[in-house]
Every structure is written in structure tokens, then in C-alpha cells.
């Protein structure tokens, strides 16, 4: 008997849809996409692009 094979663990692959699954992401306050944000997240959560967008806005006005 193989002496090594007692104490091959299971595969514990993670799949992308297990991270997709994991923990919840706040929704972007203007496009309700995801964000890389938790829910927990305080204050108005923007996903990436509406964050860029939003901080070309700010720094335009004056
Ligand atoms: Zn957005």
C-alpha cells in the first residue's frame, strides 16, 4: 500500500464562482452594479467606473 496516499488532502479548488458567492457586495449607488465594496461598506458605495467619473466631476468643479 502507498504509504503517501493516506494524507492527500480533498481538492479544495476554489472556483470563480465561489468567490463570486462569497462575501456580499454593496450595489453602486448610481449603476447598482457590484462593487468591491461590503455591504457593510458606510456612505454611498461606487463601483470603479462611476467612482472615476465621479472624481473627474469633483475635481472639474470648481
Ligand atoms: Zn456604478
Known amino acids: 500500500m502507498d504509504d503517501a496516499s ?3 488532502t ?7 464562482a465561489d468567490a463570486a458567492a462569497g ?4 450595489e453602486c449607488v ?3 452594479e457590484p462593487t468591491e465594496y461590503p455591504e457593510s ?5 461606487l463601483c470603479p467606473v462611476c ?7 469633483s475635481a472639474c468643479s470648481g
Open 41 to 45: 461598506a458606510k456612505g454611498a458605495t
Open 30 to 32: 448610481l449603476c447598482r
Open 51 to 57: 467612482a472615476w467619473q465621479e472624481a473627474g466631476r
Open 23 to 26: 462575501p456580499p457586495f454593496a
Open 10 to 16: 480533498p481538492a479544495t479548488t476554489i472556483t470563480e
Open 6 to 8: 493516506y494524507c492527500e
